[in-house]
């Protein structure tokens, strides 16, 4: 599984971004797809998941209300759509795959075999 991260740039406090992350290889048809982010110095962070098969959404706190994570099977694609930005998300966001991965482990890195490339969102005040 291959997976491709884009859409990241340079957007206002308040403002919109939209990633997409295309999925190329492999396919499947359940486990996690999901959303996760990094600050230099400090852990990745889970953000957004979203169940292969289902399609059910799982978000962190800090993002709950302002992100939305979907997913076009048929395309193969998975987006996170991001409004009402603050600086503080801030970072690089990586797509991430698990075929068959399991709910329990959605939210951790342990959930995930497969991670994109990384795309930069930066957040100005």
């Known amino acids: 599984v291959q997976l491709q991260a884009s859409g990241g740039g340079l957007v206002q406090a308040g403002g919109s971004l939209r990633l997409s992350c295309a999925v190329s290889g492999r396919t499947f048809s359940n486990g996690n797809m999901g959303w996760f982010r990094q600050t230099p110095g400090k852990e990745r962070e889970f953000v957004a998941g979203i169940r292969r098969n289902g399609g059910h959404t799982y978000y962190a706190d800090s993002v709950k209300g302002r992100f939305t994570i979907s997913r076009d099977n048929a395309k193969n694609m998975v987006y996170l759509q991001m409004d009402r930005l603050k600086p503080e998300d801030t970072a690089v966001y990586y797509c991430?795959?698990?075929?068959?991965?399991?709910?329990?482990?959605?939210?951790?890195?342990?959930?995930?075999?497969?991670w994109g490339q990384g795309t930069l969102v930066t957040v100005s005040s």
């Open positions: 991430a795959a698990k075929p068959g991965g399991i709910l329990s482990a959605l939210r951790t890195r342990d959930g995930y075999d497969y």
